[in-house]
């Protein structure tokens, strides 16, 4: 490995704006299935319901990649394992449009899904270790919110580039800024691994530290802590990859035309990053697991107000965006309180299976949505399905808090200074 610095001595700022981006470019692509879904339903004569496998297989993809990426990041780096993967799912990202038939469709998207979830854990670890430990949980939300810049300027632009230049062109255009932004991370991140500022989980975060083991998440003293992070999760992103994925659709039974049925994307980007500026500032005074909890209350109000009221096109985009802010949102929150858990070389395999969970959520969660369309259930019937499984987050994120003020979590987190507070409180 190579040698390590203290990146206090460095300014972080330009690395994490090229880490957020990255993982915008992320978001962007995941958001275009969905947008390119009732669009193909129509071109290729398929209902919605049969690209449930496609959609299924990109998640199914993810996390592969996910509980695949500290492994990488061991053998290599974190830098090489973000601009590596990011070509990857570039290059794949530009095939798509070329393929016919949902069979070629689901296996390629399976393919670059794989690239999609191995970026992730790596870049949102080394934005933990790029800024002081008080500042740790503001940095991980807010870089892993430009997956919710990715759905918004998707939803925003889809419509418009579906119109004008067609499907095609969806994923075209990300596909080629991609690659070319590849070479920019490769040049732009630093080249050492910064120092770990929590280096203390059992071996110094430098050469010489045992290779991290899934196991290792469950010894005794993280036992009941990863369960429970995993269970919230899964239940999170079962909730807000349903929405994300099927929404588009979902409005058109709403009455949206096809070109506006991606403003559900763009809500639902919209929701996620101003419900992720609330939820870092929340996190910073009060813990991240406060500000989850807090977060996900806001959707299980908006999801039943939102199946019961489909009149007014205003209102049901800013019932998705509320949504969003209280699903997607909790998930971006979930990588701090892994980060906080994990220390040293347990960190990146840690937030990798801690995601990894969550999108093992968001293969079913989808695979059941897909269920619910084949069998022609009315859209607010599946949408308010979708509270059941807020509300089970929502007592998960109260536990996890509890856990964090009881002794045996607080021995496994520092104190943080006082003016900080715990961040996992």
Request: glycine fraction near 12%; aromatic fraction near 8%.
């Amino acid at each position: 490995m190579k040698r390590l610095h203290n990146p206090r001595k460095h300014s972080a700022l330009v690395p994490l704006a090229l880490l957020f981006v990255s993982i915008l470019l992320d978001g962007l692509d995941q958001a275009s299935l969905g947008i390119v879904i009732p669009v193909l339903s129509k071109e290729w004569g398929i209902p919605p319901a049969g690209f449930t496998t496609a959609v299924v297989a990109t998640n199914a993809g993810v996390v592969l990649g996910m509980v695949s990426s500290g492994w990488f990041a061991q053998k290599f780096d974190r830098r090489t394992v973000i601009w590596v993967s990011t070509l990857f799912f570039s290059a794949l990202v530009l095939l798509t449009p070329l393929v016919s038939g949902i069979e070629v469709f689901t296996v390629l998207r399976l393919v670059t899904g794989v690239g999609l979830g191995a970026m992730v854990p790596a870049a949102l670890s080394l934005a933990a270790d790029l800024v002081p430990e008080k500042r740790r949980s503001a940095a991980v939300i807010i870089t892993a919110l430009g997956l919710a810049a990715g759905n918004l300027l998707a939803g925003l632009t889809g419509g418009i580039v579906i119109s004008r230049m067609g499907w095609e062109a969806v994923f075209w255009l990300p596909g080629i800024i991609s690659i070319a932004f590849a070479g920019v991370l490769r040049m732009g991140l630093p080249r050492r691994e910064p120092v770990s500022h929590a280096a203390t989980d059992g071996a110094p975060a430098g050469t010489g530290a045992p290779a991290a083991r899934v196991r290792d998440l469950f010894r005794k003293d993280l036992r009941l802590p990863t369960l429970v992070l995993w269970g919230l999760a899964f239940l999170i992103f079962a909730t807000g990859y349903n929405i994300l994925n099927w929404m588009p659709t979902l409005l058109v039974e709403y009455g949206f035309s096809v070109e506006q049925a991606p403003l559900a994307t763009a809500a639902f980007g919209a929701g996620t990053l101003l419900g992720g500026v609330l939820m870092a500032a929340i996190a910073a005074y009060r813990g991240a697991s406060r500000a989850v909890s807090i977060m996900i209350g806001v959707a299980v109000i908006a999801l039943p107000l939102m199946a019961l009221v489909s009149e007014s096109a205003p209102i049901t985009l800013f019932l998705v965006a509320l949504a969003a802010a209280g699903t997607a949102t909790p998930g971006t929150g979930l990588a701090a309180l892994a980060t906080g858990i994990y220390r040293g070389h347990l960190q990146t395999v840690g937030v990798g299976w801690t995601t990894a969970m969550g999108r093992c959520g968001s293969i079913m969660g989808p695979a059941i949505g897909g269920l619910f369309l084949a069998l022609r259930m009315p859209a607010s019937s599946i949408i308010l399905t979708l509270t059941i499984p807020a509300v089970l987050a929502g007592f998960l994120a109260v536990l996890f808090g509890i856990l964090a003020r009881s002794r045996d979590l607080k021995e496994i987190v520092p104190q943080a200074t006082a003016t900080s507070g715990n961040p996992l409180r």
